[in-house]
């Protein structure tokens, strides 16, 4: 599926598009340059999810949780700063990925080779000439 947003004006309705096209997925990878709009993607959709907390990327911490409405987890992932695999590897990255919790990730690209198959890859592309971004799932 391919979306053109006015990030972040039309944030919900391609948030509500994300989930309902992959109801039984919930480990999603965000792909973009710096600047694309990752992590105001990731706010949209864990607000859709009633997140109440403060959403920010987890830069030096590498993952942040938050709790939905509904008390479930949410894991954030920022793996820019990510040095090697056995960075991953300390945080117990398999614990997450597998516990049946949303998993959004920023910096995907850094550990590729650990997704899971059933990732959902999220690709944002910026038009600098109008500010929009293409967005494709």
């Known amino acids: 599926m391919k979306i053109i947003s006015y990030i972040p004006d039309d944030l919900v309705n391609t948030t509500k598009m994300l989930i309902n096209a992959y109801p039984d997925r919930k480990i999603f990878a965000f792909y973009g340059e710096m600047g694309a709009g990752k992590t105001t993607f990731i706010k949209a959709i864990c607000k859709y999810f009633g997140v109440e907390d403060i959403v920010s990327s987890p830069t030096f911490a590498i993952i942040n949780e938050y709790l939905t409405s509904d008390q479930e987890q949410i894991f954030h992932f920022d793996f820019y700063r990510l040095k090697n695999a056995g960075e991953l590897f300390d945080i117990g990255y398999e614990d997450y990925f597998y516990s049946n919790s949303y998993c959004l990730i920023e910096w995907p ?11 959902i890859r999220v690709d944002i592309n910026v038009d600098r000439k109008d500010n929009t971004r293409l967005i494709t799932f």
């Not at 690209?109 to 990732?119: G, N, V, Y």
Request: glycine share 0%.
């Open 109 to 119: 690209e850094k550990i590729e080779e650990f997704l899971p198959e059933e990732t």
